[in-house]
């Protein structure tokens, strides 16, 4: 499903490979929790 790409761009590295050819600096204290949320919507 739609809930399900920012789930695999995450697991393949997407979200830091794009920051890191953007030159972006994430956020310190990126949350882990979020993603476990969002991985407990896509699951629905």
């Not at 995450?10 to 972006?24: D, K």
């Amino acid at each position: 499903t739609l809930f399900r790409v920012p789930l695999l761009m995450e697991e393949n590295g997407v979200f830091h490979f794009l920051s890191s050819r953007l030159h972006l600096i994430p956020k310190s204290n990126y949350d882990q929790s979020l993603m476990i949320k969002w991985r407990d919507l896509a699951e629905r």
